[in-house]
């Protein structure tokens, strides 16, 4: 079977396929060695990939697939967003919750003032095209999205828990954050900014953050009310899996069309339906979507940064800086400065201050935490360089000046702190939490995330003996937690929410210990 | 994160995964029907939503994707075809695999030969536009493919393996061979036809079965051997999982890129897969795989017959038939009518052929199993569409008279076929197989095709003791099985297949009992 040839994108897709598969094979053999990740594997076959096509195609082109921002919002993204809210340890995340809400949401803001107020004050002294109020403040945006995909390969969740959750969780919020500022700028009139425009634009960022979440909240307790109700005694594996996926993706696709932030959306969908839904379905399909929704994620994750590779020998750009290296090196070099200013501008600070609010000295960050909290939010990736497009390529422009040197500085970041940065991570983490890292050979499983869960969670034990750290995994508080309830108001929220959970959402939508138990139905068998 | 309107089917996307949610639960409410199945479901809901949209834009438009041959044959092609090589009890596949062969390529050639003789016949009476040669030899490529994955609901694999084999298996021959011809039609030039370009395409038919076959092979057995090479000892769930499908989905790209037959390729590297690769993964990756694969499939499934019901309402191709319903009608009838009479023109002499060839009683069709073969052929579906778009809108006129009666004329006879004939496959079957299906209440797990596999397949007890169906399933040929290999060739060729097999394949590419097993590995809990 041919398709006609004016459609053909048949050689790239495989190109890329192609490309894929070594990604992972390459990525797999060199797991052992202490400096590269996949992300850097990716980025560097992308690189590879790219010299060979510029040299074939005799310098007209670098990449096998123009990039596409919806090819990444609509396809790419959501399953990385998704997988994440599915896999993240709630209990840590809820415990955490307040911390990581400072440190994604008021870190974010001081980054963004941060390099916007310098680029407005740096760039000044090069000689870049005309940029408006309106670029900077993107240019804000755009460097305050830290790439929280690049650095869930190096830190792992079962060694370092409350790093991970923090780093993680912060990421997410983060990734939101800088998109609805984004939009924010792009929607609103800069021009003129009064105290009842700075309202507004308060109001909707609350507005987007609040509806968000809800409407995250409520498809993914729909799909736990449906799938509970409808398949009682008559699992059908696919059924499941498939309403699942669809729903999530439902879930994204609805926040678009609403313009609420996607990403918050789908991440609290994800973590609903791992607390309701994933409990409600055949043993079968726990596995199953466990590791598919992981899959997909992977796999996403790999196709930017090869993408990435590939894009940054785009000999347009390139040509339009080419006149005035000095410059796009300048600027390329002040972003970086500033992503380092800015990240330890926001992390000292609020660690300190939250530092002051806890009493416990155990919970409280120690130099060493906050240097590994700092340096896991250098890196630059995918988000910045699907909004620096869609800042700097409206109409296509990339050959204006001003455009291309901020195109390819973007990506000039991006490539040196994945690569340089994200090189480094190991190492330092290895420096600073030696004894931790050493003892445990498990890390070639930090993409499997749930090894042995689908194991450990048969339903015969599955309400609440298990000590593994989900939220509600347990119905009565312990003993310690008395205590721990007194101290801090976090737990007393979560242990009415716990009470609220037992009593009235899990009767209704399913969840562990509550999922809908017939005899002769596909989970017995596992029981043996 | 919004959009650039310019580049928005987001609210499309939306509507149409809402569409394919209620699809899913639609179905399963009315699975216990012995009317209805996902397929009629689809089509019905694709219907009433295109006469929705029909409504609310004042009879501008009833869809809300526009068909794409890239979209079915690059997306949702590739995951149904593989998942049936995946899913295929190869034994049973192996064992009637000259019958499938005469089915489903001497078959599909009588198919085709009588329905371009009988139209070029048939149409000279009407008052259709101009059609070439080539359109009729189209038309009878068209019409030849059958829809295999609509009578896939219907029969069962575990109640009637015999009858699941032929029909399936030819369905997935009969396929490939209408795909291969149709591309030989657009092709070769036509007009005049001599002896050397008839056997120019023999040979190139030919040639295409054998590449395809040994190109889906081949991938299956790299796949196979990169996986057990690399990941003895350190496996990774996700990894795995993510190679499989990206090189399933690179063998049917290369296929397309060479010109091959990638739905044969796919089938086989399916089966090659299934055979080795399968074994020697982790358990969660078998589980997921399984599960994955099938899901994946199932949603392209519903996905095809949501759009064939959208489409059905085009009202622009309507309004050219409009002016003449009575041809319209008159094509459409003859259409249904050539339908019923090649398949029982190929089906009833073949049947009659290889019971004579056969010399077991047992073996032999009854006129029964004829009649369901006949019935279950009659449908045709998503290829169908897909071949008639691709030959009659060529630069996009549909506005042509002929044209747009032929492409209207197709969705009726898919719609009707789909709708009225398999509303009647369920009742049939259970009159003509009555104690069979009435015996078995597990027909709800049809779409489940390996419901408890997973489960039964541990390590352990995987080297031949369990009594499933798979080819190669035991090692040394039981008592019975010397006597039946006196009687037929096929099971002197299974039987050294499995020599073979044993002592060269599975040691190099691992297989079942072959699969490498490392103590701690992650298949370990799973034994308790």
Chains 1, 2 share one sequence.
């Not at 690189?47 to 921002?69: A, M, P, Q, Y």
């Not at 409407?215 to 799909?223: Q, R, T, W």
């Not at 416990?360 to 497009?389: C, E, H, N, P």
Request: overall charge neutral.
């Amino acid at each position: 079977m041919t398709l006609e040839p004016d459609q053909a994108p048949v050689d790239s897709i495989t190109l890329f396929v192609a490309l894929l598969c070594s990604c992972i094979v390459i990525g797999h053999l060199l797991e052992k060695n202490r400096w590269f990740n996949e992300s850097i594997t990716a980025l560097a076959i992308g690189f590879c990939t790219g010299i060979i096509i510029l040299f074939t195609t005799e310098g007209k082109r670098s990449h096998i697939l123009v990039f596409n921002e919806e090819l990444f919002f609509i396809y790419l993204l959501p399953p990385i967003i998704f997988n994440a809210g599915f896999q993240v340890k709630k209990k840590q995340f809820f415990r955490n919750f307040m911390m990581i809400i400072l440190f994604g949401a008021v870190g974010t803001l001081i980054s963004f003032v941060i390099i916007s107020v310098g680029t407005v004050q740096l760039f000044k002294k090069l000689n870049i095209g005309f940029l408006d109020i309106g670029d900077y403040l993107a240019l804000g945006a755009i460097f305050s999205a830290t790439d929280s995909v690049c650095t869930l390969q190096v830190l792992n969740q079962d060694e370092t828990p409350l790093l991970y959750s923090i780093v993680f969780g912060e990421g997410v919020v983060n990734d939101a954050t800088s998109i609805v500022l984004f939009n924010a700028i792009q929607k609103f009139d800069l021009s003129h900014i009064t105290s009842s425009i700075f309202m507004e634009f308060i109001g909707s960022f609350l507005y987007f953050f609040i509806t968000s979440t809800l409407l995250g909240v409520g498809v993914g307790l729909i799909s736990a009310y449906i799938i509970k109700k409808l398949y009682i005694g008559r699992h059908s594996t696919d059924r499941e899996v498939a309403l699942m996926i669809l729903m999530a993706y439902l879930s994204y696709m609805m926040a678009e069309l609403f313009n609420l932030s996607s990403i918050l959306t789908v991440f609290f969908c994800g973590i609903v339906m791992s607390h309701y839904t994933w409990h409600n379905v055949t043993e079968g399909s726990r596995v199953t979507t466990k590791h598919a929704f992981a899959t997909l994620s992977f796999i996403s994750e790999i196709f930017i940064f090869l993408y990435v590779g590939m894009d940054a020998l785009d000999i347009e750009k390139w040509k339009v800086v080419s006149k005035s290296p000095g410059t796009s090196a300048g600027v390329s070099s002040i972003l970086l400065a500033l992503v380092l200013v800015e990240r330890a501008a926001s992390v000292f600070p609020l660690s300190f201050l939250s530092n002051l609010i806890k009493r416990s000295q155990s919970d409280k960050f120690t130099l060493k935490q906050q240097v590994i909290i700092w340096w896991a939010g250098l890196m630059r990736g995918s988000v910045s360089v699907a909004l620096a497009y869609s800042q700097f390529t409206r109409s296509g422009q990339t050959q204006l000046r001003g455009n291309a040197i901020m195109i390819t500085s973007t990506i000039t970041v991006v490539l040196f702190s994945t690569v340089v940065f994200g090189l480094m991570t190991k190492p330092l983490i290895r420096l600073l939490l030696p004894s931790k890292h050493l003892s445990s050979p498990v890390s070639s499983e930090s993409f499997d995330s749930f090894p042995s869960k689908p194991v450990t969670d048969l339903p015969l034990i599955a309400n609440g003996q298990t000590a593994d750290s989900e939220m509600g995994g347990d119905s009565i508080p312990r003993p310690t937690s008395l205590r721990m309830l007194l101290t801090t108001p976090a737990h007393t929220v979560h242990y009415y929410w716990r009470k609220f959970d037992d009593s009235v959402m899990r009767p209704v939508f399913g969840g562990r210990g509550f999922a809908p138990y017939v005899p002769g139905s596909p989970t017995e068998p596992l029981l043996h």
